[in-house]
C-alpha cells in the first residue's frame, strides 16, 4: 500500500458486507480485528495481513475469471 489512507480504506473494505472474506468469516468479527487493531487493543497485523491477501486475490483472481 502506498499511504496510510489506502491500507485503511482497503480495511474497510474488507470489513464490508460485500467482501470476500466476509463470505468466509462472520462480519462481526472481521469489523472487530479491525477496530481493535486499531484502537491499538491488540495487535492483529498478522491476521489482518492474511486477510487482505485473501480479499486481493479475490480480487484479482476470482472477479477476473468470471469476466472471462
Not at 474497510?12 to 477496530?35: C, E
Amino acid at each position: 500500500f502506498r499511504t496510510q489512507a489506502e491500507f485503511r480504506d482497503m480495511l474497510d473494505a474488507m470489513a464490508s458486507p460485500n467482501s470476500y472474506a466476509a463470505s468466509l468469516w462472520p462480519l462481526k468479527t472481521l469489523r472487530m480485528l479491525v477496530s481493535e487493531h486499531r484502537e491499538g487493543r491488540s495487535d492483529h497485523t498478522e491476521a489482518l495481513w492474511a486477510l487482505l491477501n485473501i480479499e486481493l486475490w479475490s480480487t484479482h483472481v476470482l472477479e477476473r475469471s468470471t469476466c472471462t
